[in-house]
């Protein structure tokens, strides 16, 4: 006799219509005849897999969660939430040391920020790549993220005080990006709510959000992650009446969304508190609140929406804001996926398929010539300048630049 | 030898029929088997699919409950492929007498069926969808078996011992000669060909339309029609089958099979006239919801697939309205003993668990009748597809690495799965998207397994079967038929006929997604097709 532990499935699985719109919307599909498609990974395998964890395909690992396929739903069927569920549930394979080292994506940048400027010259070289290649199967033609010397972290405890003099005071998840690799974005924030009469105070140690980590089959360490993070964020929201923001669109929305449905973390008290930077900003100068725009500032911004901005529905805040700016010209790129997710595509055996995504997003870059291109994610940004050598630039660190200082 | 003269003709492809024309072939007769539909479209394929241990009778029919759990142990050896080993549990709510259970086990232990009582909690981690507010349970081995699969097999293994099958062809009389039946005149329903078949011995194996048959050779049975309503849900949600401990009563089975699971069932006295045409009434769906939900509590917000009901062939012994306190022991009829009418034997009575039985105690009579002394095998011998034990094996043994429509495959075709072709994009190329059927399994069952219509191809690959209920895979299948009988118009008609069919199942209960997909596939037939 076999046994199933998980009879009942959620995620509104039963809702699908079988209209298969979500396949028609896949990325993947398109470039990867070895991937079944979102339906057929998704609400349809979950059927077999009800009836025995059998059922369960290797191949589901070729879904990178971009969660296109739940915006094109019409029957609110959080597809990419089913297939990631069932490699959680299912997937017995260890994950690789490659997976390992893509997803520790904050003990690697513990790890490289001391010694930030010989790690950043090493990953440059291409012996080095052709290692990574040949003994992690990290694709050789990848650019590697740079790390910064100094910690967002450090630099914003150096600045604790001042800061916290502003009247208002708002919590931020900086997630790992910011803290290792960019924190002029994080100071591009600071500057941005300080602007505003907003002082910025760090969450009581968070770590990373996990999101590298579900994907790369650690769920367990990122429900570690998750829990700790929500009562970090509990402390803020509950105890110091704060709003939580963020200026990445992925740690966002695992945390609203992947800790309760993919890993069981309740958040239901404090989700709602947890925004986006831009959403924030939006909110305030819609009640009322000014930003003096430079008036020699004269851009040709073009603007792609993340895929998990799309699922939240929150690109538009970006957009608006980067609006009000006068001298800026606003191109809003038509809605495709650049074909990195996170570490999906530093994988070797991604990498055709995941440039492969990119290609028409690259190219309408290419044809629209922007003076920047801006986005929300930091892996959306490695993905398009190293594919198109523009550069990309987070809209708060637009908005910053923007601003009279 | 004359193509159209046998050493028998068994009328009816249900499971005893198929059943008895693989005993008599495997015992050397020369057989034909004759159905005026296709396989298992009476009783056979309108039940719970339940292999029964034998422990819902075991207190009040001790004789079906000891045929029960011997057969249940056999099909396990020779039909692995068409069952689902997942145990049963008997389970006690607050408003049923724990007294009973004592009862209960003491009768299954009594007919060698062995029933553990375990503790609720256990059978709560056991069944994570059971009742939580159960109070006992027993644990015995009861399981699931798929009816249309091992129907199939049992007439694929006839025609590979030199079975003839003749389907879609309906009886339309017999041909005596003085006190004998010496065979049967047939019309094929399809091309209205009339045929004539001879053998010294004829078995109705019939089921309830078994009364019919008895009639038009002259003699009567006295049939007792009891009609069972079923609810099909659109996805597993037990592992085990779940059962009340109590005396068997309305909408106390739940049964998983293969991607569904199933509650019933009712039990209704209809006059034969329905027979044909059984609809499942408002009523019995509210029933079978209200009950079920007590098995499962995660059954009333479940999607049910479909409604559908089947008529127990129920040879009457009383005058009991409800058609539950008759035996459903075996019945077989030599008429030349009972009415003096020579080469005819009716098989009725019993139930699917005890086909097999059934089959030997009719094949016996039949070669009683023609002086054949050959030993029965089929107790032993495996069914085609069964040779291994698990669909883990048989997908292991052809694929490197299986895809989820291998698997399917395998788990429904066990080592007939070898035969089908895959390998090229277009024959991995899927049929049925929920129920994972590929195009290379569509064709063999054209091809090998002689399905001529949609329905057809239904019973013996799940096409359609799945949540969307033929919305995709109709069509395509459709084309596939056109391709293989080389005509377009017959297979449109019969692409709307399935449709309407499949309709059939969804009214009754159509509310909620089941009503919006099967407005949504209303919408694409009409308007995006153009049917």
């Known amino acids: 006799m076999k046994l199933q532990e998980y009879t009942i499935s959620k995620h509104n699985f039963e809702e699908c219509m079988k209209c298969t ?24 395998g979950e059927r077999l897999r009800l009836k025995d964890p059998y059922f369960f395909n290797y191949a589901l690992k070729y879904c990178m969660n971009c969660k296109r396929c739940e915006v094109a739903c019409p029957s609110d069927v959080n597809v990419a939430d089913l297939i990631q569920a069932a490699r959680i549930r299912y997937d017995r394979s260890k994950p690789k040391l490659r997976d390992r080292i893509l997803a520790s994506t904050d003990f690697m940048g513990t790890l490289a920020r001391p010694f930030a400027p010989v790690v950043n010259g090493v990953t440059r070289l291409g012996v080095t790549k052709s290692v990574m290649d040949a003994t992690l199967k990290i694709d050789h033609r990848r650019s590697f993220p740079k790390y910064s010397s100094r910690s967002f972290e450090s ?17 931020y998840f900086h997630g790992c990006y910011v803290n290792y690799n960019n924190p002029g974005l994080g100071r591009d924030l600071v500057k941005v709510l300080n602007a505003l009469g907003v002082g910025v105070q760090l969450l009581e140690k968070e770590k990373c959000c996990g999101i590298a980590l579900i994907t790369n089959g650690m769920s367990d360490k990122a429900t570690r992650h998750a829990t700790h993070n929500i009562d970090a964020i509990r ?6 009446g704060l709003t939580v923001v963020t200026t990445s669109s992925s740690c966002t929305l695992t945390i609203r969304e992947e800790y309760p449905n993919l890993l069981g973390v309740d958040n239901a008290d404090v989700r709602d508190s947890v925004l986006m930077a831009t959403r924030y900003i939006f909110e305030r100068l819609e009640k009322g609140a000014t930003l003096r725009f430079r008036t020699d500032y004269h851009k040709k911004i073009a603007y792609h929406t993340p895929c998990h901005m799309e699922r939240m529905g929150w690109g538009v805040f970006s957009e608006k804001l980067m609006r009000m700016i006068p001298g800026v010209e606003f191109i809003q790129l038509d809605s495709a996926c650049c074909g ?6 530093f994988k070797k055996e991604n990498y055709e398929a995941s440039q492969a995504i990119g290609a028409p997003l690259f190219e309408q870059i290419r044809a629209v010539n922007p003076d920047i291109v801006a986005c929300d994610c930091e892996t959306c940004k490695w993905q398009i300048e190293m594919s198109t050598g523009y550069t990309v630039e987070n809209p708060i660190s637009i908005l910053a630049d923007a601003i009279e200082s | 030898m004359n193509a159209k003269e046998f050493d028998v003709i068994i009328i009816g492809g249900g499971i005893t029929g198929a059943g008895t024309q693989r005993d008599c072939a495997m015992r050397g007769l020369r057989t034909l088997l004759i159905e005026r539909s296709d396989i298992a479209t009476g009783a056979t394929g309108r039940n719970h699919g339940l292999l029964h241990s034998g422990a819902r009778y075991a207190v009040n029919d001790a004789e079906s409950a000891e045929e029960c759990i011997k057969e249940n142990m056999i099909l396990r050896r020779i039909a692995a492929h068409c069952i689902d080993e997942t145990d049963g549990l008997f389970i006690t709510l607050p408003e049923d007498d724990l007294a009973y259970q004592k009862t209960f086990v003491e009768a299954c232990q009594k007919a060698g069926i062995s029933a553990e009582v375990i503790d609720p909690a256990l059978a709560r981690r056991l069944e994570p969808s059971v009742n939580p507010d159960l109070i006992g349970a027993v644990r015995v081995p009861d399981g699931s078996v798929d009816p249309f699969r091992l129907c199939a097999a049992n007439m694929l293994d006839a025609k590979m011992h030199g ?14 000669e003085q006190d004998s039946i010496i065979g049967v005149r047939t019309q094929n329903r399809l091309t209205g060909e009339i045929e004539e078949y001879y053998a010294p011995v004829t078995v109705n194996a019939c089921g309830i339309w078994g009364h019919h048959i008895a009639e038009l050779a002259g003699v009567n049975i006295g049939m007792y029609p009891a009609k069972g309503a079923l609810l099909i849900f659109a996805h597993r949600i037990n592992n085990m089958v779940i059962n009340r401990c109590r005396k068997p009563s309305n909408a106390d089975i739940l049964v998983p099979g293969d991607t569904v699971c199933v509650i019933g069932t009712t039990s209704t006295h209809i006059p034969f006239e329905e027979c044909d045409h059984v609809a499942v009434t408002p009523d019995e769906v509210t029933l079978l919801i209200t009950e079920g939900a007590k098995l499962s509590p995660a059954l009333s917000s479940t999607r049910i697939l479909r409604a559908y009901a089947g008529v127990r062939p129920l040879v009457s012994a009383d005058d009991d309205p409800t058609g539950r306190n008759i035996s459903r022991g075996i019945v077989c009829l030599d008429h030349e003993t009972r009415d003096g009418l020579k080469g005819f034997i009716t098989i009725t009575g019993g139930k699917l668990m005890t086909y097999r039985l059934m089959a030997e105690i009719a094949t016996d009579a039949v070669c009683r009748k023609l002086g054949i002394d050959k030993p029965c095998e089929t107790a032993t011998t495996p069914l085609p597809g069964s040779e291994e034990r698990s669909y883990e094996a048989v997908a292991q043994k052809i694929w490197e690495k299986p895809s989820m429509a291998q698997k399917a495959a395998a788990s429904r075709m066990g080592t007939g ?3 089908i072709q895959s390998g090229d994009r277009q024959d991995d190329a899927l049929i049925c998207e929920c129920e994972e059927v590929s195009v290379g399994e569509i ?3 054209i091809e090998r397994m002689d399905a001529s219509t949609l329905t057809d191809l239904r019973r013996r690959t799940r096409v359609g079967m799945g949540t969307c209920q033929g919305e995709f895979c109709a069509c395509r299948a459709a084309g596939l038929l056109a391709k293989a009988n080389g005509c377009v118009e017959k297979e449109r008609k019969g692409l709307a006929e399935f449709l309407q069919e499949r309709w059939k199942g969804n009214f009754p209960i159509g509310w909620g997604d089941t009503l919006r997909e099967a407005e949504y596939t209303q919408w694409v037939y009409k308007h995006v097709l153009g049917l």
């Open chain 1, 21 to 44: 719109v979500c396949t028609a919307y896949c990325p993947v599909l398109q470039v990867n005849p070895m991937y079944p498609g979102p339906k057929q990974a998704g609400p349809d």
């Open chain 1, 155 to 171: 630099w914003l405890r150096r600045h604790a005080k001042e800061q916290a003099a502003f009247p208002e005071q708002v919590a």
């Open chain 1, 235 to 240: 402390k803020a929201v509950t105890d110091r």
């Open chain 1, 340 to 345: 990195i997710a996170g570490t999906y595509g």
């Open chain 2, 163 to 176: 079975g003839q099958v003749r389907l879609h062809s309906e009886v339309v009389g017999f041909i005596r």
């Open chain 2, 417 to 419: 799965a070898f035969h």
């Open chain 2, 443 to 445: 064709k063999f069952a």
